[in-house]
Protein backbone atom coordinates (compact mmCIF):
# COMPACT_ATOMS: atom_id res chain seq x y z
CA UNK A 1 0.00 0.00 0.00
CA UNK A 2 1.44 3.56 -0.98
CA UNK A 3 -0.05 7.05 0.53
CA UNK A 4 -0.26 9.82 -1.92
CA UNK A 5 -0.85 13.32 -1.22
CA UNK A 6 -1.86 15.63 -4.08
CA UNK A 7 -0.91 19.67 -4.39
CA UNK A 8 -1.03 22.32 -6.09
CA UNK A 9 -4.33 22.63 -7.50
CA UNK A 10 -5.99 26.51 -7.68
CA UNK A 11 -8.04 28.65 -9.54
CA UNK A 12 -6.51 29.73 -13.18
CA UNK A 13 -7.76 31.33 -16.18
CA UNK A 14 -8.53 30.29 -19.19
CA UNK A 15 -5.24 29.48 -21.27
CA UNK A 16 -3.72 29.34 -17.77
CA UNK A 17 -1.08 26.82 -16.06
CA UNK A 18 -0.78 24.75 -13.23
CA UNK A 19 1.52 21.89 -12.16
CA UNK A 20 -0.04 19.26 -9.77
CA UNK A 21 2.08 17.07 -7.67
CA UNK A 22 1.43 13.85 -5.87
CA UNK A 23 4.25 12.81 -3.33
CA UNK A 24 4.15 8.93 -2.34
CA UNK A 25 5.23 7.53 0.61
CA UNK A 26 5.59 3.46 1.80
CA UNK A 27 6.41 2.29 -1.67
CA UNK A 28 8.72 3.73 -4.89
CA UNK A 29 6.33 5.03 -6.95
CA UNK A 30 8.68 4.11 -10.25
CA UNK A 31 7.50 0.38 -9.66
CA UNK A 32 4.44 1.55 -9.41
CA UNK A 33 1.51 2.40 -12.41
CA UNK A 34 0.44 5.98 -11.64
CA UNK A 35 -2.33 7.75 -12.99
CA UNK A 36 -4.23 10.84 -12.72
CA UNK A 37 -7.82 11.18 -13.12
CA UNK A 38 -11.01 13.77 -12.43
CA UNK A 39 -13.73 14.32 -11.21
CA UNK A 40 -16.07 17.28 -11.78
CA UNK A 41 -19.50 17.71 -10.29
CA UNK A 42 -22.38 14.89 -10.90
CA UNK A 43 -19.90 13.17 -13.65
CA UNK A 44 -17.75 9.65 -13.55
CA UNK A 45 -14.41 9.89 -12.37
CA UNK A 46 -12.43 10.25 -15.78
CA UNK A 47 -8.78 9.27 -16.97
CA UNK A 48 -6.57 11.90 -17.46
CA UNK A 49 -3.02 10.50 -17.90
CA UNK A 50 -0.83 7.33 -16.83
CA UNK A 51 2.47 5.97 -16.73
CA UNK A 52 2.74 2.51 -16.50
CA UNK A 53 5.08 0.42 -14.98
CA UNK A 54 7.91 -0.50 -16.39
CA UNK A 55 6.43 1.57 -19.99
CA UNK A 56 8.74 4.64 -21.17
CA UNK A 57 5.64 6.72 -22.59
CA UNK A 58 3.13 8.26 -20.94
CA UNK A 59 -0.68 7.16 -22.13
CA UNK A 60 -2.98 10.29 -22.36
CA UNK A 61 -6.71 10.77 -22.95
CA UNK A 62 -7.92 12.52 -26.01
CA UNK A 63 -9.33 15.62 -24.25
CA UNK A 64 -5.57 16.93 -22.27
CA UNK A 65 -3.30 15.02 -25.31
CA UNK A 66 -1.12 18.13 -26.04
CA UNK A 67 -1.75 19.98 -23.42
CA UNK A 68 -1.21 18.03 -20.40
CA UNK A 69 2.23 16.34 -19.40
CA UNK A 70 2.93 13.63 -16.79
CA UNK A 71 6.43 13.40 -15.35
CA UNK A 72 7.88 11.67 -12.41
CA UNK A 73 11.00 12.17 -10.18
CA UNK A 74 12.21 9.13 -8.97
CA UNK A 75 14.68 11.03 -6.38
CA UNK A 76 11.35 12.80 -5.03
CA UNK A 77 9.31 9.69 -5.31
CA UNK A 78 6.93 12.24 -6.93
CA UNK A 79 4.91 12.35 -9.71
CA UNK A 80 4.14 15.76 -11.82
CA UNK A 81 0.81 17.14 -13.58
CA UNK A 82 1.78 19.74 -15.66
CA UNK A 83 -1.56 21.57 -17.10
CA UNK A 84 -0.87 23.72 -19.66
CA UNK A 85 -3.92 25.70 -22.15
CA UNK A 86 -6.19 24.88 -19.35
CA UNK A 87 -10.08 25.28 -20.25
CA UNK A 88 -13.05 25.42 -18.41
CA UNK A 89 -13.98 21.98 -19.13
CA UNK A 90 -11.01 20.78 -17.35
CA UNK A 91 -12.06 21.99 -14.00
CA UNK A 92 -12.24 18.68 -11.21
CA UNK A 93 -10.93 17.83 -8.49
CA UNK A 94 -8.00 15.73 -10.01
CA UNK A 95 -6.68 12.33 -8.20
CA UNK A 96 -3.62 10.50 -7.99
CA UNK A 97 -3.75 6.89 -8.11
CA UNK A 98 -1.64 4.02 -7.96
CA UNK A 99 -1.87 0.72 -8.95
CA UNK A 100 -0.02 -2.86 -10.28
CA UNK A 101 -1.34 -3.52 -14.07
CA UNK A 102 0.11 -2.60 -17.19
CA UNK A 103 -2.62 -2.98 -19.15
CA UNK A 104 -4.12 -0.17 -20.87
CA UNK A 105 -7.35 -1.41 -20.49
CA UNK A 106 -7.30 -1.89 -16.58
CA UNK A 107 -4.90 1.55 -16.49
CA UNK A 108 -7.33 4.07 -17.91
CA UNK A 109 -10.14 2.97 -15.36
CA UNK A 110 -10.32 4.05 -11.78
CA UNK A 111 -10.93 -0.01 -10.88
CA UNK A 112 -7.31 -0.22 -11.81
CA UNK A 113 -6.11 1.42 -8.88
CA UNK A 114 -5.98 0.46 -5.37
CA UNK A 115 -4.54 3.35 -3.84
CA UNK A 116 -5.92 7.34 -4.29
CA UNK A 117 -4.62 10.57 -3.23
CA UNK A 118 -7.78 12.77 -1.28
CA UNK A 119 -7.43 15.01 -4.45
CA UNK A 120 -6.97 18.58 -4.92
CA UNK A 121 -9.15 21.21 -6.72
CA UNK A 122 -8.56 22.61 -10.13
CA UNK A 123 -10.84 25.69 -11.37
CA UNK A 124 -10.67 27.43 -14.66
CA UNK A 125 -12.46 30.77 -14.96
CA UNK A 126 -13.18 31.81 -18.51
Known amino acids: QVALVESGGGLVQAGGSLTLSCVGS????????MAWFRQAPGKAREFVAAKRWNIVTMDYSDSVWGRFTMSEDIDKNAVYLQMNDLKPEDTAVYYC???????????????????WGQGTQVTVSS
Open 97 to 115: AAGTSNSPSVTQAPEGYDD
Open 26 to 33: GRALNWLT
